[in-house]
């Protein structure tokens, strides 16, 4: 009795499944349009709004899967406990231009001979060009233990580089009550490459606040060999982690984390990898991160680590004419910001509208990205750089130092500028504040 009624469900699954599917098939979707914008966040907004304003309506598809935007540079004001997570984030339908129509789904693969996107739905959208600027993600697997210790809310470790966890990094400060407390920055391209270093300063900051400084040994655990890519702040940084007496240990990488025991496994690229554990009463990992996965299984249109490979310059595709791209997915050797998006947003605007009339690109991005680096909870240092670590500062200040303006800069300016200017398709990083300070300068 019991093997007949295994067979009929076998059977009512196996018919249930192909009328979904048939179903499913009848109800994909094709789209056509002019312009799809796939990946609505930081760059994806910018362009879909700068382009809905050029072209005729209904022109812009923006393809995202995510109902919720976040300005992830706040995040690591989140995990100091200056602002909330819900201050990061709005809706998605909020911020992206009304013009353009939204689908709510995720590219799976691109055709770029076809010029056509399949979405994990099923769904087809043909293009005649294309912007790509789907960020990067978090690779948690490469490190084993790590996904484990930061669903577990007693663990002591946490990241700043994911809205889920980045509250939980002003608990387990709040909860510090000595030993070592360590931070990490892994072997691959991050976002943010100064955000790893800017926790680990605000943890000394709190900890003195707290009283519990005396008992803390702060440790930066950091893949680089140097403390910042640009000389000019790198010496600047080094005097102010030799001022809050952190220790800092290059070359050195996460391997894996073992929350039972409250230990970290690292090695160290100089030393022939050699490993070595540290216990830890917290942990602040800055986890490996790596393009979305229909990118990587993309050769066609990506380098060996799965980057959308653009002309350094113009931006555009280097084999795809109609394909440009902007932001972290790019393999353009900058540093990964959403500064550095507010100049490429400007630069791929002319130089796709050049392409949509048959003419060559012509603007240059010269590789600007801007990282406001906060020492404490009320200094900061904003580095701002060209390709090289070429410092190109904007205020008539030495930025290097340390300064209360730079921190407020950080924490209220550039949020509003953002949500307000940048995400409508209205800022193209501080070049006009330089025109203003300085008319005649280069
Ligand atoms: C902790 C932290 C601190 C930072 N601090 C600063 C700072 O101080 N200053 C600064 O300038 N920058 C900072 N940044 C970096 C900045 O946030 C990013 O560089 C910027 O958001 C990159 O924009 P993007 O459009 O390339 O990617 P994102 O803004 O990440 O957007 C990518 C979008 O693509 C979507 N997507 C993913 N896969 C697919 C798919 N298959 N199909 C369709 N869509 C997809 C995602 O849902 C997402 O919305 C920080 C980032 C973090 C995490």
């Given at each position: 009795m019991n093997n007949i009624l295994l067979k009929l469900s076998k059977i009512r699954v196996t018919s249930s499944t192909r009328r979904s599917l048939s179903l499913s098939a009848t109800q994909n979707k094709n789209y056509s349009c002019k312009l799809l914008v796939v990946g609505g966040g930081s760059g994806g907004c910018t362009v879909a709004a700068k382009f809905t304003k050029r072209l005729k309506k209904d022109s812009v598809i923006v393809l995202e899967p995510s109902s919720t935007h976040y300005y992830q540079p706040l995040f690591t004001l989140v995990g100091a406990g200056v602002?909330?997570?819900?201050?990061t984030c709005r809706s998605e339908k909020s911020v992206l231009p009304s013009a353009a129509t939204w689908i709510q789904d995720a590219a799976e693969s691109i055709d770029a001979e076809k010029c056509s996107v399949k979405t994990v739905k099923g769904d087809v959208i043909n293009y005649e060009y294309i912007v790509i600027a789907v960020g990067l993600k978090n690779d948690y697997c490469k490190v084993p233990g790590l996904s484990e210790a930061l669903k577990d809310e007693n663990s002591g470790v946490s990241t700043i580089f994911d809205p889920v966890y980045c509250e939980k990094t002003w608990r387990d400060m709040q909860r510090f009550q000595g030993g070592n407390a360590v931070f990490t920055y892994p072997n691959s391209p991050i976002k943010c490459p100064g955000a790893p270093q800017k926790i680990a300063y605000l943890a000394d900051s709190y900890f003195t606040k707290a009283n519990v400084r005396s008992k803390a040994n702060i440790v930066y655990n950091t893949c680089l060999p140097v403390i910042f890519g640009v000389k000019k702040y790198a010496d600047a940084l080094l005097k102010v982690v030799e001022r809050k007496n952190i220790k800092v240990n290059y070359q050195t990488v996460l391997k894996e984390v073992r929350p039972a025991e409250k230990e970290a496994v690292f090695y160290n690229t100089a030393d022939t990898n050699k490993e070595f554990t540290m216990s830890y009463s917290l942990l602040h990992a800055t986890p490996p991160m790596c393009t979305p996965e229909f990118l990587r299984n993309s050769p066609n249109m990506t380098d060996a680590a799965g980057y959308l490979t653009v002309d350094k310059y113009t931006l555009q595709h280097t084999k795809y004419p109609n394909m440009y791209g902007l932001g972290d997915c790019t393999n353009t050797p900058n540093s990964k910001t959403a500064a550095a998006v507010a100049k490429q947003g400007y630069v791929l605007e002319q130089n796709l509208l050049n392409t949509m009339k048959k003419d060559e690109p012509k603007e240059h991005y010269n590789g600007y990205g801007a990282c406001p680096l906060v020492t404490s909870y009320n200094t900061c240092i904003i580095a701002e750089f060209l390709y090289d670590g070429v410092p190109r500062e904007t205020?008539?200040?030495?930025?290097?130092r340390e300064s209360r303006l730079a921190y407020y800069m950080k924490r209220d300016l550039f949020p509003f500028l953002y949500w307000n200017f940048m995400l409508k398709g209205n800022y193209n990083g501080p070049e006009f504040v330089r025109k203003i300070i300085n008319p005649f300068g280069k």
């Open positions: 602002k909330p997570v819900s201050a205020l008539p200040i030495n930025q290097a």
